[in-house]
């Protein structure tokens, strides 16, 4: 009987000890960010109707968590710092309306999801590169194309814009790509008035 309560409180600590292990291992919720239109110059002119099309990325951006350059060869995610939806839809969605504060007054931007078939142009966009580097800077390396509904020759263009984060903060790494985003932004509009 000494023998089955001694092992009745051996199993009882080994439950209580496992179940601490356990609530010792237990995750953190996972934090969820997501890039912001930034403010930018209306340009005046005639009114312009586009699109957006599809973004397309590099392969090692195509998953839901945050991905950082820890050195020259090597990239590093956290399991609990994720995107609140596909960065490339995310990239169309947001270039989309920064794009519409910068063009003339009555510009209508859609993303190709939206598409009327009316809009006069189109903007396709390849990014080589948006994360931060392992000091934190983040660089945005993009190539994007103007194609007129009208015809003519579709003209490609590339850009290397880099923003330093306010401090080592996620948010704050978050804010400075939406900023690249943002003068990309300036740049796209720049070409097609």
Do not use: H
């Amino acid at each position: 009987m000494a023998e089955l309560m001694m092992l009745s409180r051996r199993a009882a600590l080994g439950a209580l000890l496992a179940g601490t292990a356990l609530a010792a291992c237990s995750s953190p919720p996972p934090k969820v960010y997501t890039l912001t239109t930034v403010p930018g110059a209306a340009a005046g002119g005639r009114p312009v109707t586009a699109s957006v099309a599809l973004v397309d990325i590099p392969k090692y951006l195509d998953r839901p968590q945050i991905v950082r350059r820890s050195g020259a060869v090597q990239l590093g995610v956290d399991e609990f710092e994720r995107w609140g939806e596909p960065l490339a839809n995310m990239v169309q969605r947001v270039l989309a309306d920064d794009l519409a504060t910068r063009l003339p007054s009555g510009s209508v931007v859609t993303t190709s999801r939206t598409l009327s078939g009316d809009e006069a142009l189109t903007v396709e966009l390849a990014l080589n590169r948006f994360d931060p580097d392992a000091d934190g800077t983040v660089v945005l390396e993009a190539q994007w194309r103007l194609r007129r509904k009208s015809g003519g020759r579709a003209r490609t263009e590339t850009a290397r814009i880099t923003r330093r984060p306010a401090d080592d903060s996620v948010t704050a790494e978050v804010r400075a790509m939406s900023d690249a985003l943002g003068e990309l932004a300036d740049r796209i509009a720049g070409s097609i008035r």
